[in-house]
């Protein structure tokens, strides 16, 4: 009889061997991304903008405001994700720190200096640092096949592009920006009550073994190849935290680009991730993590370099969908990465650790550079920094692929952590609950971490366990 718990078994969502409950709370958190990202998008896309044309403040003083967001995620969002994993709250987590993180965006109206604006942001984006990553993780632990990540997510890349389209054309004609505040209040509450419903349950396993923050960070540095991916996590990271902090300033007084257009340029960009959220996983088991990291790098080059080219803003528009690589492709494969490296009831703070890494000390590092950059040698300098720096993180990620697979014979991936590598951290059994039907749940586990093993890997097979396997697992069983 086919297993209805199996990946392949739910490859579909609309699958009819998915569960009505659970193609339900799969539609919820589609509606979750799309609300919440939609609220992202309102607000952040036009800060920048916002902040130096209405509160007068220079490109420097921008930079060092781009930066204090990363920074908050890097420092905040391992923290408040522990926290939770650690209670077990994950949704009071969530709730009440996305309604006060709105609540002090709301204060930047108020605030006149630049000392008062930074303090407004910085405890906003303290506040808000665990959201997405508590999402994510827990959209994850919910899944059939954790390759199916991208085909919720891409929602949260549909409601940010609208939001942005929506924004930018009201800028346009109402010169005014207290729209975007109010826009992102309300869908940010819509938010809430959506995810308030999803099952956060399953991020925290009441029967299994609690690891400790050090367990995390020694999964990070344990492994060359593991310290590789978080390397290029950061590197891109930088590169999008010029992105963020420097394209629309650079398209509107570098070359006359209207508001309009800037809300469409942003448009293109999440329109690029929709279909490239659909079919990553697909791209990331075809190619395998270090392939595809490679593509993405690739495809950042190419993007920088036609910034520095852009003789029309209206070009820019040719040049946007190449986001669709350098963040769906980029994200799927990391999440995946990293919700397959997390210790038990840690899946929270990996994410955290992931999104702290390049949101936060990465983008950090790009607006903080990149700021400095753009003030002392323009715009073309600031691109061609982040240029060398992508380039840079493509060779690593290619010489050190290829030398682990010199040094280690038979060795075809990035580091997906493979179950034999756990490091003395035992799962307990808690029977059918795991999805094995009826193997506890390290022997589901095995057979979990067998399959997505095969998602770093060149050769298919590897998802596959052999018979002598199964059966070991399931005499295991029997014994214990």
């Known amino acids: 009889m086919k297993n209805e718990n199996s990946p392949h078994a739910c490859a579909a969502q609309a699958s009819p061997t998915l569960p009505v409950s659970q193609h339900c709370m799969l539609q919820r958190t589609q509606l979750v991304y799309l609300t919440v990202f939609a609220g992202f998008g309102a607000l952040y896309s036009f800060l920048p903008v916002y902040f130096h044309d209405v509160k007068g403040l220079t490109l420097s003083q921008v930079g060092v405001l781009g930066v204090l967001r990363p920074a908050m ?63 994510d993780s827990t959209v994850i632990s919910t899944l059939p096949d954790r390759s199916l990540w991208g085909r ?37 509450a819509l938010g809430l009550h959506l995810a308030w419903g999803m099952d956060f349950s399953r991020c925290h396993q009441a029967q299994g073994p609690r690891a400790s923050v050090w367990t995390v960070l020694r999964v990070v540095v344990r492994d060359a190849e593991t310290i590789i991916f978080f390397v290029v996590v950061l590197v891109s990271g930088y590169a999008t935290g010029v992105i963020e902090t420097f394209l629309f300033i650079y398209l509107e007084q570098g070359l006359g680009a209207s508001r309009t257009l800037l809300g469409l340029s942003r448009f293109m960009t999440c329109a690029a991730e929709v279909p490239l959220f659909f079919v990553s996983g697909s791209i990331i088991r075809r190619l395998g993590i270090p392939a595809t990291l490679a593509v993405v790098f690739v495809c950042y080059i190419l993007r920088f370099t036609c910034y520095i080219l852009l003789s029309n803003p209206w070009y820019v528009l040719f040049v946007e969908p190449l986001h669709g690589f350098t963040f769906a492709i980029m994200w799927t494969a990391s999440t995946t990465y990293a919700s397959m490296l997390a210790p038990p009831n840690m899946a929270a703070s990996m994410q955290g650790l992931l999104a702290g890494t390049h949101f936060g ?79 506890s749940s ?31 697992l399931l005499a295991a069983d029997s014994v214990s």
């Open 361 to 439: 000390i990465g983008q950090a590092s790009g607006a903080l550079l990149g700021g400095f950059i753009y003030q002392a040698h323009g715009s073309v300098a600031c691109f061609e920094s982040a240029d060398v720096a992508v380039a840079g993180a493509l060779a690593l990620l290619v010489c050190g692929h290829l030398v682990l697979r010199r040094v280690r014979p038979g060795h075809a991936g990035a580091g997906l952590l493979k179950p034999a590598d756990t490091d003395s951290i035992e799962l307990e059994s808690d029977g059918e609950d795991a999805g094995g039907g009826g193997m």
């Open 73 to 135: 995620l890097f420092v905040a969002s391992p923290l408040l994700n522990f926290l939770a994993d650690v209670s077990g709250q994950h949704r009071l987590m969530m709730a009440s720190c996305l309604v006060l993180s709105v609540l002090a965006r709301s204060c930047l109206l108020l605030a006149s200096s630049f000392s008062a604006v930074a303090g407004v942001w910085l405890t906003s984006e303290f506040l808000g640092s665990p959201v997405a990553p508590l999402i």
């Open 152 to 188: 919720q997510r891409l929602w949260g890349a549909a409601g940010f592009g609208l939001a942005v389209l929506v924004v930018g054309v009201t800028e346009t004609y109402v010169a005014s920006f207290w729209p975007m505040f109010a826009l992102h209040g309300a869908l940010m």
């Open 442 to 472: 390290q022997a589901s586990k095995w057979l979990q971490g067998r399959e997505y093993h095969s998602i770093a890997t060149d050769d298919p097979a590897a998802s596959k366990p052999t018979d002598a396997d199964v059966d070991a």
